[in-house]
């Protein structure tokens, strides 16, 4: 069954879903919502063994939703290693992410560094539809995509959350810069709490936003990596714009057969580097952190290369009812996505559980043969009407092919043609404007 025929399948499943959707339409009302996700569980199973992982695990988010319960929140729901959590007032959300924060390094300070565990936190506030101990709609959805942009050690907010907070001078909170949060084509400012002193901060008003761009200069670099993993070439970037190719380029790779001319556009835009692809040229990023999955996206991790399919509409219909994906599953009769290969076998590898692992030897799907990629290389996991994917250490990384103008952060790697290139940012320290 193709995927694209999953909505309709579901409509006709499902005669009563319309006046469905029209009460639960009478359950909306503003809510906030909260994602935490543990960074470094999955080599933690890896070094430990499953025992010691699920017990990690149960420790630290005992930990979180002990921090929820006394701010007044609710932990809807646990999604492997994360936690999905809601709150009334949504200050209390913010409150006790920093709680959070605080009660897992305090609880790492006297553990040897290998069992040393971070999380990252993302948060959002708007409408969404609370029924019973759960909550739908795209308040979580961005929710989640907060969380998935969030650095390990890191609390991110949406920018409606920030509107909601930032007049009660009741936290410390900076722009982080703007993100696709909804889709590709539509960008959106985030926040971050600041929960602890850093180096060289200012402990002025709880109410700072530190306007970035006017107070640091930045400067990219792109490093070649050779095979051997020496660096190569430096290629700093001294415009708003750089073209990468084979040859007449500012960035030139005469003797790669495998380059184009130009291959690739780098743009530097308000202190963010951009990739630029080029029309037949393909270009690939390594993931830093975790990259919202759509329809038609290449991953490439060892040798291995997958197109992501999936039928949204069906995702979403089944998102807004609470239905999982063993339920949706079942009622297709069939998986609402899945990974096909490119190569020339063109296996199918359908997605059917919350999470989903790829590796040599120790995954859900594995590759035995594969040499270029890890035991556990890449782990993919859905939340509400999305996927992701995230690189869980592996050695050679994860790659995502770029289809349209992408953020790109520091320590990312690009490949385009026959190179590998490393992105490496530098600031200069400026006179920094607040704001509020």
Not at 365 to 392: C, N, Q, W
Request: net charge neutral.
């Amino acid at each position: 069954m193709s995927v694209n025929d999953g909505v309709t399948r579901i409509l006709n499943l499902d005669a009563q879903q319309l006046d469905q959707a029209a009460e639960l339409e009478k359950l909306r009302r503003n809510i906030t919502v909260l994602f935490t996700d543990i960074k470094g569980s999955t080599a933690y199973f890896e070094k430990f063994g499953d025992s010691a992982g699920l017990i990690m695990v149960h420790h630290c988010n005992t930990l979180l939703g002990k921090a929820v319960e006394r701010h007044g929140g609710r932990v809807i729901k646990t999604i492997g290693d994360a936690i999905m959590a809601a709150f009334e007032d949504h200050a209390e959300a913010v409150a006790a992410a920093i709680e959070m924060q605080e009660a897992i390094t305090a609880d790492c300070t006297a553990k040897p560094e290998a069992h040393r565990v971070k999380v990252r936190i993302g948060i959002n506030y708007g409408r969404g539809i609370v029924k019973s101990n759960d909550v739908f709609g795209d308040v979580v959805n961005v929710a989640s995509r907060v969380e998935s942009a969030a650095s390990p050690e890191q609390i991110l907010i949406s920018d409606t959350l920030h509107q909601a907070v930032s007049e009660s001078n009741r936290f410390r909170l900076r722009l982080a810069g703007r993100f696709s949060l909804k889709g590709k084509s539509e960008q959106r400012e985030l926040f971050e709490v600041i929960w602890r002193d850093q180096p060289g901060e200012s402990s002025g008003s709880h109410s700072m936003i530190m306007a970035a761009l006017s107070a640091t200069r930045v400067k990219y670099k792109l490093v070649q990596l050779r095979n051997d993993g020496r660096p190569g070439r430096e290629f700093e970037i001294l415009s708003g714009r750089a073209l990468v190719g084979r040859t007449q380029c500012d960035f030139p790779f005469p003797n790669d057969e495998y380059m184009r001319s130009p291959h690739a556009r780098l743009l530097l835009e308000s202190g963010q580097l951009f990739l630029d692809p080029v029309p037949e040229a393909d270009t690939f990023f390594s993931l830093i952190g975790s990259y919202r999955l759509q329809h038609g996206d290449v991953v490439s991790f060892g040798n291995q290369v997958l197109e992501f399919q999936v039928d949204e509409a069906a995702l979403a219909e089944a998102a807004l009812s609470g239905k999982n994906l063993g339920e949706l599953s079942a009622m297709l009769h069939g998986a609402v996505a899945e990974f096909v290969s490119l190569n020339p076998d063109g296996k199918r590898y359908p997605i059917r559980e919350q999470q989903t692992t790829w590796g040599r030897t120790k995954a859900t799907y594995t590759f035995p043969t594969d040499t270029a990629m890890s035991r556990s290389h890449a782990k993919l996991y859905h939340r509400g009407e999305d996927f992701f994917i995230e690189d869980v250490g592996s050695t050679n990384g994860t790659f995502v092919l770029a289809r349209e103008k992408t953020p790109i952060p520091a320590s990312a790697i690009l490949s385009i043609g026959g190179q590998r290139l490393k992105v490496l940012r530098e600031e200069q320290s400026g006179k920094a404007a607040r704001v509020g």
